[in-house]
């Protein structure tokens, strides 16, 4: 019955939240079994949750960057890197989207907020707009999968793993995603005769390297002296952090303050220096000082739009977890997941083939269901079966949130759609079918992701 009166509202365009909360209402007054205030008490449970403080603050961090000009410095450090390859701008669409990732989080906020300069750019040096929207919506979904991530949050809360170890899990994912995506850009530039799109330049491109270099060496650096020193790691960090701003200001660099942040992240958590939520605080207050002390590009009056337009995304988040708590406790009570699991067992004992009829629910769940909702409803009917079967708690979660990714990308429900079809100013089946081509690298990356799990959890078990 819960099933039914669930289909009933989102049959009646009903939003997948007020459905989920309102079918487990319905079902509690029609069986009698339970009183009504178990949905309001339940919801609040639901959101009662050290680790989801976290969301709020990834939010603020994401749109403070990307009200900050922050997008457009790692634009241009993309060009100098990439931009003078063959099909050189869908190659920069990629780059950016693997820096940006390290900062928004979500999926949504880079095809917003990187996706306007990359689309305008490309459609302007002659590409047609179905390639500029189908790179630029493929390249998004590295936003959820290279730390720091929204739906990490909220998975690591739901299956009661280490956020802190799911971030490190989507490093190598991630690389191999962003690989497929610039060997498909290559692929489309050979076959169409494209050049690249700047001239090469030996300075820009060796400044652009120059960052790479601090990028990658600077952490090792700190780890090296936090290990032989016997200084505190908290001075030793300080004093490291203040050497960046001094170099950046020496050399003028394009995008290396911004490009640590992820860095920064990563090795805050992986040395315990602080928690995931800690984390997604610092990831603020570094985004504040690049925005008002260092760049200077952010006002007061942007910085209350900004957190006014966090509110209103967190709100949004937030209910869809509380309104999927009710519902999954509700599917777990009635016995759903029970039901549901021994089917699954008696069908198969086979963890490969349990792997690929999750993957095939889950693209079809994520065409219909927002990845939060998605991933709070389907994490308590999967997740002890995967367990059963011998499948790591984190690798699933690799697999659930890229599944979840995929689907932004689909009718009837996919968000990035309808955010590349505005942008872009196309319809949203011209969209659609720019988007089509670009399946083929993603699946091809979810496939292997899948069925390696080593690339997924060498990381982790290095430092968990």
């Known amino acids: 019955m819960l099933k039914i009166f669930f289909l009933v509202f989102m049959a009646g365009g009903i939003p ?29 449970s639901g959101i009662d949750s050290f680790p989801l403080l976290a969301v709020p603050f990834f939010i603020l961090a994401g749109n403070l960057m990307n009200n900050a000009g922050i997008t457009t410095r790692i634009y241009n450090f993309a060009l100098a890197l990439v931009g003078w390859l063959k099909g050189g701008l869908g190659h920069v669409n990629v780059l950016g989207s693997v820096i940006f990732a390290g900062m928004s989080g979500t999926a949504i906020a880079d095809a917003a907020g990187l996706g306007t300069i990359e689309i305008k750019a490309m459609k302007e040096h002659g590409y047609s707009t179905e390639f500029a929207v189908g ?73 652009a390297m120059c960052e790479l270099a601090v990028v990658v060496g600077w952490p090792l650096l700190i780890w090296l002296l936090v290990s032989k020193l016997d200084t505190p ?46 984390g997604a605080i610092a990831a603020c207050v570094w985004a504040m000082i690049l925005g008002f002390a260092w760049y200077k590009t952010l006002s007061w009056k942007m910085f209350v739009k900004v957190c006014l337009d966090t509110i209103e995304t967190t709100s949004t988040v937030l209910f869809i977890v509380a309104a999927a708590s009710i519902f999954g406790w509700m599917l777990t009570a009635t016995g759903v997941t029970t039901d549901i699991a021994n089917w699954v067992l008696g069908f198969t004992k086979e963890a490969w083939v349990f792997l ?71 319809s949203f089946e011209r969209t659609t079918m720019a988007i089509l081509p670009w399946l083929i690298p993603l699946l091809l990356a979810l496939a292997v992701i899948t069925y390696v799990p080593s690339l997924v959890l060498w990381l982790p078990k290095m430092f968990f």
């Open 16 to 44: 997948v939240a007020v459905a989920m909360a309102g079918a487990s209402l319905a079902y509690i007054v029609a069986s009698g079994s339970l009183p009504p205030f178990v949905v309001i008490h339940r919801m609040v």
């Open 135 to 207: 790179v630029t919506a493929a390249s998004a979904t590295l936003g959820p999968i290279i730390p720091p991530s929204l739906p990490f949050v909220i998975y690591g809360m739901m299956a009661n793993v280490s956020v802190g170890a799911l971030f490190l899990a989507g490093i190598l994912p991630g690389a191999l995603l962003a690989i497929l995506m610039m060997l498909t850009v290559a692929y489309f530039a050979h076959r169409n005769g494209w050049g690249g799109d700047v001239k090469f330049s030996s300075t820009r491109f060796f400044k």
């Open 233 to 278: 790691p908290q001075l030793t960090v300080f004093a490291g952090l203040a050497s960046l701003f001094v170099l950046d200001r020496i050399f003028r660099f394009e995008a290396l303050l911004p490009i640590m942040t992820p860095v920064l992240l990563i090795g805050g958590m992986s040395t315990g220096l602080f928690t995931p939520t800690e």
């Open 356 to 426: 690929l009829l999750a993957n095939l629910l889950m693209l079809f769940v994520g065409c219909f269901l927002e990845p939060t909702a998605a991933i709070t409803i389907l994490v308590p009917i999967l997740l002890p079966i995967a367990t059963q079967l011998g499948v790591d708690p984190i690798h699933f979660g690799l697999v659930m949130v890229l599944n979840l990714m995929i689907g932004l990308l689909h009718p009837p429900m996919g968000m990035v759609l309808f955010v590349l079809a505005r942008v872009a100013g196309l």
